[in-house]
């Protein structure tokens, strides 16, 4: 049976064509049968007579575009438009001049050249909104699902305010304004020679006098410290000896926490003004307790720009000296990229998957905390809503109330998460925690949450009440 789906909005239209294998069941109509197999997706925008389409590899080529592109571009984290040496997509995304974004659509038929199409943000956001019904929909393509994660605080702020980049694409204007700066000159502050080490013997100098009692005071000064003598990481065969005894972590549930809390520490100590010429590789070996133990570099420029990552800082070094040991340990593979991005991954992969993180059942604790939610998300959000349609989120909430984890469920809520109070209120450190000095995940209440264009919050225990 053929079947197709249309997702409409003014100024982009996705159809989807396909078949249905539920022929010969009771309610088979084209209307209601599942789309289970796509033939052809054709994508249509105003103004534009002819219709972009493909079959299945346009169609999974375009999703991940806009997906990737959407986010890059509300972040302000620049992204490279392919890896490096990597083939050309079938469609990508890319902002030109003019605050435009050009589509890029490349087919055998239209090799070597691929087709530009020139999107404005509405038609941008548009086909966001059409792609994001066709996955809201459980009759078209039950088996996909738009590969979204929670949306660290770091990687959501985005450098320019959202409300001036998506304004003129919301109420209609062309351009915004520029304001003007304003400056403030500060006072040079005064200067004094230190004093002498014994004020009053010798010659010239005289002793200050505290004015309340008469005693002498001590004279300011300027004591000299020797530099600091930088720290080389140890090299293999240090490091390997160092941990000779030691047990390799290898469990998934334990790798996954010393993965998310080694990611929580490189993000919070990295200076985004560091100039990281290409990919930097690492091997990063760390304690139990989430210490970095050491590191070893795993290609040439990342031996020779150590400097431009945290992990000089990082790295642990005990008290008494020497080097840093431990009962376990786990290897990771940190690529520091120059775009900003921080790729980890164990360095032996995972034996298998990682258990979800625990949650909080308990329906006591699940009431008391949403009313908290509520009370606190309402108490921050202030305004009024500049997007059209709501946005859907899925928050992890502590038992203390704290909103450890934020994914945002369409690529429309990833758009607009920077002008939420959700930003301001997540912290994605609150998701781990020490427990005997090891690192451990930390249960959390999971809840549905959407913020209507008309300024209402509606909120629900992710499993239903």
């Given at each position: 049976?053929?079947v197709?789906?249309?997702?409409?909005?003014?100024?982009c239209?996705?159809?989807?064509?396909g078949?249905s294998?539920?022929?010969?069941?009771?309610?088979?109509?084209?209307?209601?049968?599942?789309?289970?197999v796509?033939?052809?997706?054709?994508?249509?925008?105003?103004?534009?007579?002819?219709?972009?389409?493909?079959?299945?590899?346009?169609?999974?080529?375009?999703?991940?575009?806009?997906?990737?592109?959407?986010?890059?571009?509300?972040?302000?984290?620049?992204?490279?438009?392919?890896?490096?040496?990597?083939?050309?997509?079938?469609?990508?995304?890319?902002a030109?001049e003019?605050?435009?974004?050009?589509?890029?659509?490349?087919?055998?038929?239209?090799?070597?050249?691929?087709?530009?199409?020139?999107?404005?943000?509405?038609?941008?956001?548009?086909?966001?909104?059409?792609?994001?019904?066709?996955f809201?929909?459980?009759?078209?393509?039950?088996?996909?699902s738009?590969?979204?994660?929670?949306?660290?605080?770091?990687?959501?702020?985005?450098?320019?305010?959202?409300?001036?980049?998506?304004?003129p694409?919301?109420?209609?204007?062309?351009?915004?304004?520029?304001?003007?700066?304003?400056?403030?000159?500060?006072?040079?502050?005064?200067?004094?020679?230190?004093?002498?080490?014994n004020?009053?013997?010798?010659?010239?100098?005289?002793p200050?006098?505290d004015?309340?009692?008469?005693?002498?005071?001590?004279?300011?000064?300027?004591?000299?410290?020797?530099?600091?003598?930088?720290?080389?990481?140890?090299?293999s065969?240090?490091l390997?000896?160092a941990?000779?005894?030691?047990?390799?972590?290898?469990?998934?549930?334990?790798?996954?926490?010393?993965?998310?809390?080694?990611?929580?520490?490189?993000?919070?100590?990295?200076?985004?003004?560091?100039?990281?010429?290409?990919p930097?590789?690492?091997?990063?070996?760390?304690?139990?307790?989430?210490?970095?133990?050491?590191?070893?570099?795993?290609?040439?420029?990342?031996?020779?720009?150590?400097?431009?990552?945290?992990?000089?800082?990082?790295?642990?070094?005990?008290?008494?000296?020497?080097?840093?040991?431990?009962?376990?340990?786990?290897?990771?593979?940190?690529?520091?990229?120059?775009?900003?991005?921080?790729?980890i991954?164990?360095w032996?992969?995972?034996?298998?998957?990682?258990?979800?993180?625990p949650?909080?059942?308990?329906?006591?604790t699940?009431?008391?905390?949403?009313a908290?939610?509520?009370?606190?998300?309402?108490?921050?959000?202030?305004?009024?809503?500049?997007?059209?349609?709501?946005?859907?989120?899925?928050?992890?909430?502590?038992?203390?109330?704290?909103i450890?984890?934020?994914?945002?469920?369409?690529d429309?809520?990833?758009?607009?998460?920077?002008?939420?109070?959700?930003?301001?209120?997540?912290?994605?450190?609150?998701?781990?925690?020490?427990?005997?000095?090891?690192?451990?995940?930390?249960?959390?209440?999971?809840?549905?949450?959407?913020?209507?264009p008309?300024?209402?919050l509606?909120?629900?225990?992710?499993?239903?009440?």
């Amino acid at each position: 049976m053929t079947v197709v789906r249309q997702y409409k909005l003014p100024n982009c239209t996705l159809s989807l064509e396909g078949l249905s294998d539920a022929t010969g069941t009771v309610d088979s109509s084209p209307a209601r049968a599942p789309l289970t197999v796509l033939v052809n997706a054709e994508c249509r925008f105003a103004n534009r007579p002819e219709p972009l389409s493909g079959g299945l590899e346009f169609f999974d080529s375009l999703v991940s575009a806009v997906n990737t592109y959407v986010r890059q571009w509300m972040s302000g984290i620049e992204q490279p438009i392919r890896p490096a040496g990597g083939q050309p997509q079938a469609v990508e995304l890319m902002a030109i001049e003019n605050g435009l974004h050009r589509l890029l659509v490349r087919s055998p038929e239209t090799a070597p050249d691929p087709v530009r199409v020139d999107l404005t943000t509405v038609q941008l956001f548009d086909l966001v909104e059409a792609i994001d019904q066709c996955f809201a929909d459980a009759t078209t393509l039950p088996g996909r699902s738009l590969a979204l994660s929670p949306l660290p605080r770091r990687h959501a702020r985005a450098e320019v305010p959202l409300a001036r980049r998506a304004a003129p694409a919301a109420v209609g204007v062309s351009g915004l304004a520029a304001a003007a700066a304003l400056f403030f000159m500060l006072p040079v502050p005064e200067t004094r020679r230190p004093a002498e080490v014994n004020p009053g013997v010798s010659e010239g100098i005289e002793p200050q006098v505290d004015p309340e009692n008469g005693a002498a005071a001590p004279p300011d000064l300027e004591v000299e410290t020797e530099p600091e003598p930088e720290v080389e990481p140890p090299s293999s065969e240090e490091l390997a000896a160092a941990l000779e005894d030691s047990q390799e972590i290898t469990d998934p549930d334990r790798l996954a926490a010393l993965g998310q809390q080694l990611s929580e520490d490189l993000y919070n100590e990295r200076d985004e003004a560091a100039a990281i010429p290409s990919p930097l590789s690492y091997r990063v070996t760390v304690g139990a307790d989430g210490a970095i133990l050491g590191y070893r570099p795993d290609n040439e420029a990342a031996r020779n720009n150590a400097e431009a990552t945290p992990l000089p800082d990082l790295r642990f070094v005990p008290a008494e000296g020497g080097r840093a040991t431990t009962e376990a340990f786990a290897d990771f593979k940190v690529v520091f990229e120059p775009n900003g991005a921080i790729e980890i991954a164990p360095w032996h992969g995972y034996s298998e998957a990682p258990s979800p993180p625990p949650e909080i059942t308990d329906s006591e604790t699940i009431a008391r905390l949403e009313a908290d939610l509520r009370e606190t998300i309402t108490a921050e959000w202030t305004g009024d809503p500049i997007f059209d349609r709501d946005l859907e989120y899925r928050l992890g909430v502590t038992e203390d109330g704290t909103i450890a984890e934020v994914e945002p469920l369409s690529d429309t809520a990833s758009v607009y998460y920077g002008e939420l109070p959700l930003e301001d209120l997540h912290r994605s450190e609150a998701a781990l925690s020490r427990e005997d000095d090891i690192v451990v995940r930390v249960p959390l209440a999971q809840y549905r949450v959407v913020f209507t264009p008309q300024g209402y919050l509606e909120t629900s225990p992710w499993r239903g009440r």
